[in-house]
Protein backbone atom coordinates (compact mmCIF):
# COMPACT_ATOMS: atom_id res chain seq x y z
CA UNK A 1 0.00 0.00 0.00
CA UNK A 2 1.25 3.41 -0.82
CA UNK A 3 2.65 5.78 1.86
CA UNK A 4 0.39 8.82 2.67
CA UNK A 5 3.07 10.88 2.83
CA UNK A 6 4.14 9.74 -1.14
CA UNK A 7 0.50 10.11 -2.32
CA UNK A 8 -0.18 13.79 -1.68
CA UNK A 9 -2.50 16.31 -3.05
CA UNK A 10 -2.03 19.52 -4.63
CA UNK A 11 -3.45 22.24 -1.75
CA UNK A 12 -6.19 24.50 -3.04
CA UNK A 13 -4.36 27.55 -3.62
CA UNK A 14 -2.22 25.78 -6.23
CA UNK A 15 -3.59 25.56 -10.04
CA UNK A 16 -2.43 27.04 -13.25
CA UNK A 17 -4.46 29.71 -12.87
CA UNK A 18 -3.54 30.81 -9.34
CA UNK A 19 0.26 30.93 -10.93
CA UNK A 20 -1.36 33.36 -14.40
CA UNK A 21 -2.56 35.58 -11.41
CA UNK A 22 0.05 35.81 -9.77
CA UNK A 23 2.28 36.54 -12.79
CA UNK A 24 -0.17 39.04 -13.43
CA UNK A 25 0.39 40.82 -9.88
CA UNK A 26 4.13 40.94 -10.94
CA UNK A 27 3.20 43.02 -13.52
CA UNK A 28 0.08 45.09 -11.70
CA UNK A 29 1.80 45.34 -8.77
CA UNK A 30 4.86 47.03 -10.02
CA UNK A 31 3.05 49.15 -12.21
CA UNK A 32 0.93 50.52 -9.49
CA UNK A 33 3.23 51.17 -6.91
CA UNK A 34 5.19 53.27 -9.46
CA UNK A 35 1.88 55.63 -9.59
CA UNK A 36 2.98 56.55 -6.12
CA UNK A 37 3.71 60.45 -6.60
CA UNK A 38 5.87 60.28 -3.53
CA UNK A 39 8.20 57.93 -5.20
CA UNK A 40 9.04 61.16 -6.98
CA UNK A 41 10.24 63.35 -3.81
CA UNK A 42 14.05 63.53 -3.53
CA UNK A 43 14.41 60.97 -1.17
CA UNK A 44 13.54 58.12 -3.20
CA UNK A 45 15.47 59.70 -6.06
CA UNK A 46 18.80 59.39 -3.85
CA UNK A 47 17.98 55.77 -3.18
CA UNK A 48 17.20 55.57 -7.08
CA UNK A 49 20.48 56.16 -7.87
CA UNK A 50 22.24 54.61 -4.94
CA UNK A 51 20.38 51.62 -5.91
CA UNK A 52 21.70 52.21 -10.07
CA UNK A 53 25.39 52.53 -8.84
CA UNK A 54 25.51 49.27 -6.63
CA UNK A 55 23.79 47.46 -9.44
CA UNK A 56 26.61 48.82 -11.92
CA UNK A 57 29.00 47.48 -9.04
CA UNK A 58 27.19 44.36 -8.76
CA UNK A 59 27.37 43.65 -12.33
CA UNK A 60 31.13 44.56 -12.72
CA UNK A 61 31.82 42.15 -9.80
CA UNK A 62 30.34 39.50 -11.61
CA UNK A 63 31.05 40.14 -15.45
CA UNK A 64 35.06 41.34 -14.53
CA UNK A 65 35.89 37.67 -13.17
CA UNK A 66 34.16 36.02 -15.98
CA UNK A 67 35.52 38.36 -19.08
CA UNK A 68 39.01 37.53 -17.00
CA UNK A 69 38.57 33.97 -17.58
CA UNK A 70 37.26 34.16 -20.67
CA UNK A 71 40.11 35.91 -22.09
CA UNK A 72 42.82 33.41 -20.50
CA UNK A 73 40.89 30.66 -22.34
CA UNK A 74 40.48 32.60 -25.15
CA UNK A 75 44.38 33.03 -24.92
CA UNK A 76 45.14 29.53 -23.93
CA UNK A 77 42.76 28.16 -27.30
CA UNK A 78 45.22 30.54 -29.60
CA UNK A 79 48.42 28.94 -28.37
CA UNK A 80 46.31 25.17 -28.71
CA UNK A 81 45.73 26.34 -32.16
CA UNK A 82 49.08 27.59 -33.14
CA UNK A 83 50.43 23.98 -32.19
CA UNK A 84 48.25 22.27 -34.67
CA UNK A 85 44.66 21.50 -32.42
CA UNK A 86 41.67 22.71 -34.58
CA UNK A 87 39.47 21.74 -32.48
CA UNK A 88 40.76 23.89 -29.12
CA UNK A 89 38.49 27.23 -30.22
CA UNK A 90 35.59 24.48 -30.29
CA UNK A 91 36.45 23.66 -26.48
CA UNK A 92 37.31 26.78 -25.40
CA UNK A 93 33.84 27.58 -26.28
CA UNK A 94 31.64 25.08 -24.79
CA UNK A 95 33.72 25.54 -21.35
CA UNK A 96 32.93 30.15 -21.53
CA UNK A 97 29.12 28.73 -22.11
CA UNK A 98 29.76 26.04 -19.59
CA UNK A 99 30.60 28.86 -16.75
CA UNK A 100 28.17 31.83 -18.30
CA UNK A 101 25.33 28.90 -17.83
CA UNK A 102 26.55 27.81 -14.14
CA UNK A 103 26.42 31.59 -13.01
CA UNK A 104 23.74 32.26 -14.71
CA UNK A 105 20.70 29.59 -14.03
CA UNK A 106 23.22 27.21 -11.31
CA UNK A 107 24.55 29.78 -8.85
CA UNK A 108 22.94 33.32 -10.05
CA UNK A 109 25.58 35.24 -7.99
CA UNK A 110 23.90 38.66 -9.15
CA UNK A 111 20.54 37.29 -7.16
CA UNK A 112 22.87 36.39 -4.09
CA UNK A 113 24.50 39.99 -4.04
CA UNK A 114 21.06 41.76 -4.98
CA UNK A 115 19.70 40.04 -2.40
CA UNK A 116 22.09 40.61 -0.09
CA UNK A 117 21.36 44.47 -0.15
CA UNK A 118 18.08 44.43 1.44
CA UNK A 119 19.75 43.19 4.70
CA UNK A 120 22.62 45.96 4.42
CA UNK A 121 19.62 49.00 3.52
CA UNK A 122 16.69 50.26 5.26
CA UNK A 123 15.02 51.46 2.30
CA UNK A 124 13.85 47.91 1.00
CA UNK A 125 11.22 48.11 4.41
CA UNK A 126 10.68 51.47 3.78
CA UNK A 127 9.43 50.99 -0.27
CA UNK A 128 7.32 47.88 1.36
CA UNK A 129 5.58 50.66 4.14
CA UNK A 130 5.24 53.29 1.72
CA UNK A 131 3.64 51.35 -1.08
CA UNK A 132 1.41 50.13 1.77
CA UNK A 133 0.25 53.65 2.75
CA UNK A 134 -0.12 54.66 -1.47
CA UNK A 135 -2.34 52.18 -1.44
CA UNK A 136 -4.76 52.68 1.13
CA UNK A 137 -4.62 55.87 -0.02
CA UNK A 138 -6.31 54.58 -3.55
CA UNK A 139 -8.41 52.68 -1.37
CA UNK A 140 -9.93 55.53 0.09
CA UNK A 141 -10.33 57.36 -2.71
CA UNK A 142 -12.13 54.58 -4.36
CA UNK A 143 -14.39 53.84 -1.04
CA UNK A 144 -14.71 57.20 0.33
CA UNK A 145 -17.57 55.86 2.74
CA UNK A 146 -15.15 52.92 4.24
CA UNK A 147 -12.53 55.59 5.34
CA UNK A 148 -14.35 56.06 8.68
CA UNK A 149 -16.40 52.73 9.44
CA UNK A 150 -15.97 51.19 12.80
CA UNK A 151 -14.28 48.10 11.63
CA UNK A 152 -11.37 50.17 9.96
CA UNK A 153 -11.16 52.85 12.65
CA UNK A 154 -10.42 50.35 15.68
CA UNK A 155 -8.35 48.38 13.52
CA UNK A 156 -5.67 51.10 12.26
CA UNK A 157 -3.90 53.44 13.83
CA UNK A 158 -4.94 57.00 13.47
CA UNK A 159 -3.34 59.22 10.57
CA UNK A 160 -3.89 61.96 8.11
CA UNK A 161 -3.86 61.43 4.55
CA UNK A 162 -4.92 63.86 2.13
CA UNK A 163 -6.67 62.50 -0.98
CA UNK A 164 -8.48 65.07 -3.25
CA UNK A 165 -8.58 67.68 -0.53
CA UNK A 166 -10.18 65.23 2.49
CA UNK A 167 -8.64 64.39 5.42
CA UNK A 168 -8.99 60.60 5.93
CA UNK A 169 -7.52 59.57 9.21
CA UNK A 170 -7.50 55.86 9.10
CA UNK A 171 -6.07 53.32 6.77
CA UNK A 172 -6.27 49.38 6.35
CA UNK A 173 -2.77 48.00 6.07
CA UNK A 174 -0.24 50.95 6.73
CA UNK A 175 -1.26 51.81 9.80
CA UNK A 176 -1.67 48.88 11.68
CA UNK A 177 1.16 47.34 10.46
CA UNK A 178 3.40 50.26 11.88
CA UNK A 179 2.07 49.42 15.16
CA UNK A 180 3.94 45.77 14.76
CA UNK A 181 7.78 45.63 15.38
CA UNK A 182 10.31 43.00 15.77
CA UNK A 183 10.01 43.83 19.53
CA UNK A 184 5.98 43.86 19.62
CA UNK A 185 6.21 40.73 18.03
CA UNK A 186 8.02 38.96 20.56
CA UNK A 187 6.43 40.36 23.16
CA UNK A 188 2.86 39.05 21.65
CA UNK A 189 4.53 35.67 21.62
CA UNK A 190 5.43 35.98 25.42
CA UNK A 191 1.86 36.62 25.92
CA UNK A 192 0.54 33.25 23.55
CA UNK A 193 3.53 31.42 25.29
CA UNK A 194 2.10 31.75 28.89
CA UNK A 195 -1.49 31.45 28.30
CA UNK A 196 -3.32 28.57 29.31
CA UNK A 197 -3.34 26.41 26.24
CA UNK A 198 0.33 27.23 24.70
CA UNK A 199 2.51 24.67 23.68
CA UNK A 200 6.51 25.12 22.54
CA UNK A 201 4.87 24.79 19.14
CA UNK A 202 2.94 27.78 19.22
CA UNK A 203 6.05 29.89 19.66
CA UNK A 204 6.41 33.12 17.34
CA UNK A 205 9.92 31.97 15.28
CA UNK A 206 10.28 35.43 12.96
CA UNK A 207 11.70 34.41 9.31
CA UNK A 208 14.99 34.72 9.24
CA UNK A 209 16.20 38.31 8.34
CA UNK A 210 19.62 38.84 9.02
CA UNK A 211 22.77 38.80 5.98
CA UNK A 212 24.22 35.72 7.86
CA UNK A 213 21.55 33.48 7.63
CA UNK A 214 20.62 34.54 3.90
CA UNK A 215 24.13 33.72 2.72
CA UNK A 216 24.17 30.69 4.26
CA UNK A 217 20.15 29.78 2.71
CA UNK A 218 21.63 30.77 -0.72
CA UNK A 219 24.86 28.78 -0.86
CA UNK A 220 23.43 25.43 0.80
CA UNK A 221 20.73 25.64 -1.96
CA UNK A 222 23.65 26.68 -4.41
CA UNK A 223 25.64 23.70 -3.60
CA UNK A 224 22.71 21.89 -3.64
CA UNK A 225 22.20 23.15 -7.41
CA UNK A 226 25.94 22.67 -8.37
CA UNK A 227 25.46 19.03 -6.97
CA UNK A 228 22.46 18.21 -9.11
CA UNK A 229 24.28 19.88 -12.32
CA UNK A 230 27.79 17.51 -12.07
CA UNK A 231 25.00 14.57 -11.81
CA UNK A 232 23.76 16.10 -14.65
CA UNK A 233 26.51 15.58 -17.05
CA UNK A 234 26.82 11.78 -16.47
CA UNK A 235 25.93 10.00 -19.57
CA UNK A 236 22.89 8.17 -19.64
CA UNK A 237 22.73 8.29 -15.66
CA UNK A 238 22.16 12.80 -15.73
CA UNK A 239 18.88 13.25 -17.40
CA UNK A 240 17.04 10.94 -15.00
CA UNK A 241 18.64 12.52 -12.19
CA UNK A 242 17.38 15.95 -13.26
CA UNK A 243 13.87 14.17 -13.73
CA UNK A 244 13.89 12.40 -10.25
CA UNK A 245 15.15 16.09 -8.65
CA UNK A 246 12.21 17.93 -10.12
CA UNK A 247 9.53 15.08 -9.44
CA UNK A 248 10.64 15.20 -5.74
CA UNK A 249 10.68 18.80 -5.94
CA UNK A 250 7.18 19.08 -7.03
CA UNK A 251 5.39 16.34 -5.32
CA UNK A 252 4.43 17.93 -2.18
CA UNK A 253 3.73 21.45 -3.69
CA UNK A 254 1.89 19.90 -6.41
CA UNK A 255 0.91 16.40 -5.75
CA UNK A 256 1.99 13.09 -7.48
CA UNK A 257 0.13 12.91 -10.57
CA UNK A 258 1.33 16.89 -11.71
CA UNK A 259 4.46 15.36 -10.75
CA UNK A 260 4.50 13.04 -12.55
CA UNK A 261 3.98 15.03 -15.82
CA UNK A 262 6.48 17.19 -14.79
CA UNK A 263 9.19 13.25 -14.85
CA UNK A 264 7.59 12.40 -18.29
CA UNK A 265 7.80 16.06 -19.94
CA UNK A 266 11.78 15.83 -17.98
CA UNK A 267 12.19 12.52 -20.58
CA UNK A 268 11.93 15.21 -23.80
CA UNK A 269 13.31 18.34 -23.16
CA UNK A 270 17.04 19.21 -23.19
CA UNK A 271 19.05 18.80 -19.74
CA UNK A 272 19.92 22.39 -20.06
CA UNK A 273 15.74 23.67 -20.11
CA UNK A 274 15.40 21.04 -17.40
CA UNK A 275 18.03 22.47 -15.59
CA UNK A 276 16.66 26.13 -16.14
CA UNK A 277 13.12 24.89 -14.98
CA UNK A 278 14.16 23.44 -12.00
CA UNK A 279 16.59 26.70 -11.03
CA UNK A 280 14.01 29.13 -12.14
CA UNK A 281 10.93 27.09 -9.32
CA UNK A 282 13.54 27.25 -6.24
CA UNK A 283 14.88 30.72 -6.87
CA UNK A 284 11.00 31.80 -7.24
CA UNK A 285 9.88 30.57 -4.12
CA UNK A 286 13.16 31.96 -2.21
CA UNK A 287 12.48 35.02 -3.74
CA UNK A 288 9.06 35.47 -2.81
CA UNK A 289 9.32 34.33 0.71
CA UNK A 290 12.42 36.85 0.74
CA UNK A 291 9.91 40.09 -0.85
CA UNK A 292 7.50 39.34 2.37
CA UNK A 293 9.71 39.68 5.03
CA UNK A 294 8.71 42.81 5.70
CA UNK A 295 5.61 41.83 6.67
CA UNK A 296 6.53 38.38 8.43
CA UNK A 297 8.49 40.60 10.34
CA UNK A 298 5.43 42.41 11.75
CA UNK A 299 3.09 39.64 12.34
CA UNK A 300 3.54 37.56 14.98
CA UNK A 301 2.77 33.91 13.17
CA UNK A 302 4.16 30.63 14.30
CA UNK A 303 6.75 28.72 11.97
CA UNK A 304 3.43 26.12 11.49
CA UNK A 305 0.88 29.14 10.79
CA UNK A 306 3.73 30.93 8.29
CA UNK A 307 4.20 27.38 6.82
CA UNK A 308 0.47 27.09 6.07
CA UNK A 309 0.11 30.66 5.08
CA UNK A 310 2.73 30.35 2.30
CA UNK A 311 1.38 26.53 1.27
CA UNK A 312 -2.60 27.81 1.07
CA UNK A 313 -1.52 30.65 -1.06
CA UNK A 314 1.50 28.24 -3.22
CA UNK A 315 0.53 29.08 -6.57
CA UNK A 316 -0.25 32.63 -6.62
CA UNK A 317 3.44 33.34 -5.05
CA UNK A 318 4.93 31.09 -7.36
CA UNK A 319 3.37 33.00 -10.37
CA UNK A 320 4.66 36.43 -8.52
CA UNK A 321 8.14 35.25 -7.72
CA UNK A 322 8.75 33.64 -10.96
CA UNK A 323 7.91 37.32 -12.82
CA UNK A 324 10.10 38.94 -10.54
CA UNK A 325 13.01 36.38 -10.89
CA UNK A 326 13.40 36.91 -14.34
CA UNK A 327 13.05 40.68 -14.62
CA UNK A 328 15.54 40.96 -11.58
CA UNK A 329 18.18 38.99 -14.15
CA UNK A 330 18.37 42.39 -16.13
CA UNK A 331 21.25 43.38 -16.20
CA UNK A 332 22.84 47.11 -14.18
CA UNK A 333 19.48 47.71 -12.99
CA UNK A 334 19.14 44.29 -10.17
CA UNK A 335 19.04 46.54 -7.18
CA UNK A 336 16.27 49.29 -8.33
CA UNK A 337 14.03 46.70 -9.74
CA UNK A 338 14.44 44.90 -6.14
CA UNK A 339 13.03 48.05 -4.61
CA UNK A 340 10.06 47.93 -7.08
CA UNK A 341 9.55 44.40 -6.64
CA UNK A 342 9.68 44.90 -2.66
CA UNK A 343 6.67 47.68 -3.42
CA UNK A 344 5.01 45.72 -5.22
CA UNK A 345 5.02 42.87 -2.73
CA UNK A 346 2.90 45.39 -0.48
CA UNK A 347 0.36 44.71 -3.39
CA UNK A 348 0.51 41.78 -3.11
CA UNK A 349 0.13 41.25 0.93
CA UNK A 350 -3.36 43.52 0.51
CA UNK A 351 -4.54 41.20 -2.25
CA UNK A 352 -4.11 38.19 -0.72
CA UNK A 353 -4.40 38.81 2.61
CA UNK A 354 -7.03 40.75 5.30
CA UNK A 355 -5.85 43.76 7.43
CA UNK A 356 -4.28 43.16 10.45
CA UNK A 357 -6.05 43.67 13.58
CA UNK A 358 -4.97 45.93 16.70
CA UNK A 359 -2.08 43.84 18.26
CA UNK A 360 -4.59 42.95 21.36
CA UNK A 361 -6.30 40.37 18.79
CA UNK A 362 -3.48 39.52 16.34
CA UNK A 363 -2.54 36.30 17.74
CA UNK A 364 -6.62 35.06 17.06
CA UNK A 365 -6.48 36.90 14.00
CA UNK A 366 -2.91 34.92 12.53
CA UNK A 367 -4.63 31.57 12.30
CA UNK A 368 -7.50 32.77 10.35
CA UNK A 369 -5.01 33.70 7.70
CA UNK A 370 -3.83 30.16 7.45
CA UNK A 371 -6.43 29.94 5.02
CA UNK A 372 -6.75 31.45 2.23
CA UNK A 373 -10.17 33.39 2.11
CA UNK A 374 -9.44 35.61 -0.65
CA UNK A 375 -8.71 32.52 -2.92
CA UNK A 376 -12.21 32.88 -5.19
CA UNK A 377 -11.90 36.93 -5.61
CA UNK A 378 -8.02 36.36 -6.85
CA UNK A 379 -9.26 33.79 -9.36
CA UNK A 380 -12.16 35.11 -10.00
CA UNK A 381 -10.06 38.17 -11.88
CA UNK A 382 -11.10 40.65 -9.38
CA UNK A 383 -7.61 41.74 -9.12
CA UNK A 384 -7.54 43.15 -13.00
CA UNK A 385 -9.83 45.76 -11.65
CA UNK A 386 -8.55 49.60 -12.12
CA UNK A 387 -9.55 50.08 -8.09
CA UNK A 388 -8.62 53.30 -8.96
CA UNK A 389 -5.40 52.75 -10.41
CA UNK A 390 -4.42 54.24 -13.51
CA UNK A 391 -4.69 51.07 -16.50
CA UNK A 392 -1.90 50.63 -18.33
CA UNK A 393 -0.69 52.72 -20.96
CA UNK A 394 -1.98 52.27 -24.74
CA UNK A 395 -4.45 49.47 -23.70
CA UNK A 396 -7.79 49.17 -22.92
CA UNK A 397 -7.00 46.19 -20.37
CA UNK A 398 -5.25 46.64 -16.71
CA UNK A 399 -2.91 43.66 -17.44
CA UNK A 400 -1.48 41.27 -20.17
CA UNK A 401 -3.82 38.14 -19.82
CA UNK A 402 -7.02 39.97 -18.52
CA UNK A 403 -9.14 37.59 -20.75
CA UNK A 404 -8.35 34.20 -18.90
CA UNK A 405 -11.46 33.36 -16.65
CA UNK A 406 -11.78 31.17 -13.44
CA UNK A 407 -13.42 28.16 -14.75
CA UNK A 408 -14.83 26.67 -11.82
CA UNK A 409 -18.39 26.56 -10.53
CA UNK A 410 -19.49 29.73 -8.22
CA UNK A 411 -20.95 28.60 -5.05
CA UNK A 412 -24.28 29.45 -4.08
Not at 299 to 328: C, D, H, M, N, S
Not at 352 to 372: D, G, N, R, S
Request: no cysteine.
Amino acid sequence: MPSPEFITKPPDGFSALSIVRGFQLTLLGAYRALQNPDLLRAKYYKQAAYAIAISLIIQLIITIPLWTVKIVISILAWIFSSSGDHEAGERSARVVNGIDFIESNVINLGGLLIGLMRYLRPEMDDMFMESLRFIDEVYFRMHPEKAKSPETTKAANKMTNKIDGSAITTSRFYAPLSLYTKSSARTLSASRIHSADASAEKEYVPMPNNAAKFVSRYFRRSILSVAIYILSLIPYLGKIVLQVVSFYSFRKTVGVAPAVVVFSVGALVPKKWLTIFLASYWGSRSLARELLIPYFSRIPFTPKQREAWFRAREGVLFGFGLGFYFILKIPFLGVLLYGIAEASAAYLVTKVTEPPPPPTKVLEWTETQTKWNKRKQILSGEILQSEGFRPLIGTSANVPGGWIKNEEKKED
